[in-house]
């Protein structure tokens, strides 16, 4: 199955900053690639699939690119309910795995 | 609004067969292109995707845990079943019920039930 490694394993910003987050597959997954937001308590939210869709109600400041084995998801301008952990998704190959997370938190 | 809610034991013995039921509202298993998947997290690791029925019945499991899975649904009710057979503690964590986009082999979740703990403990 697809391997898939996020980086960094926590990243420590402040509000107001740019969140840079990146995951990267043990082979290409030809775009099909999802990004999830997940808070303590709550139910986690599809923020991204094929790699750049924003899914429904998403803000455009959650923004994604990439292609192959490489993927970025971007927070441009980070907002207080944005601190969470992130994990990407593929569906390129079967079955859908899904990467160890990065946790944005407070600096 | 689509909402997905799980309900089952929170704490299970060694060897037993965990029952979860998924119970659906906002769309119906009924549809066509309608799918739902259970996907679990145990503490402090990877979301790991378990098993996907969808609207005609087609059932796809997990390689790894295949033998040890089985899903069904209950259109009437609006709900799906998820049984897992000889639970051990490695099993520990939390089960959720995703509503599930996409192909017959290429999955992603587009709403998230908030989850269930399960606890394998004797």
């Known amino acids: 199955e697809v391997v898939l490694t996020q980086s960094p394993a926590t990243l420590s910003l402040s509000p107001g900053e740019r969140a840079t987050l990146s995951c990267r597959a043990s082979?290409?997954?030809?775009?099909?690639l999802a990004w999830y937001q997940h808070k303590p308590g709550q139910a986690p939210r599809l923020l991204i699939y094929d790699a750049a869709n924003r899914a429904t109600g998403i803000p455009a400041r959650f923004s994604g690119r990439g292609s192959g084995t490489d993927y970025t998801l971007t927070i441009s301008g980070l907002e207080t309910e944005d601190f969470a952990v992130y994990y990407c998704q593929q569906r390129g190959h079967w079955p859908p795995t899904f990467g160890p997370g990065t946790k944005v938190d407070f600096k | 609004q689509v909402t997905l809610k799980e309900s089952g034991p929170a704490l299970v013995k060694p060897s037993q067969t965990l029952t979860l039921t998924c119970t659906l509202s906002?769309?119906?298993?009924?549809?066509?292109?309608?799918?739902v998947s259970w996907i679990r997290q145990p503490p402090g690791k990877a979301l790991e995707w378990l098993a996907r029925?969808?609207?005609?019945?087609?059932?796809f499991y997990s390689p790894s845990l295949t033998t040890r899975l089985t899903i069904s649904k209950d259109t009437f009710k609006n709900q799906v079943v998820l049984t897992m057979t000889n639970m051990d503690p490695v099993d520990t964590g939390t089960y959720y019920c995703?509503?599930?986009?996409?192909?017959?082999?290429?999955?992603?979740?587009?709403?998230w039930g908030q989850g269930t703990l399960v606890t394998v403990s004797s």
């Open positions: 995703v509503r599930t986009m996409g192909f017959k082999y290429s999955s992603w979740f587009d709403a």
């Open positions: 029925i969808d609207w005609d019945d087609d059932k």
């Open positions: 906002g769309f119906s298993l009924n549809t066509t292109q309608m799918r």
């Open positions: 082979q290409s997954v030809s775009g099909f």
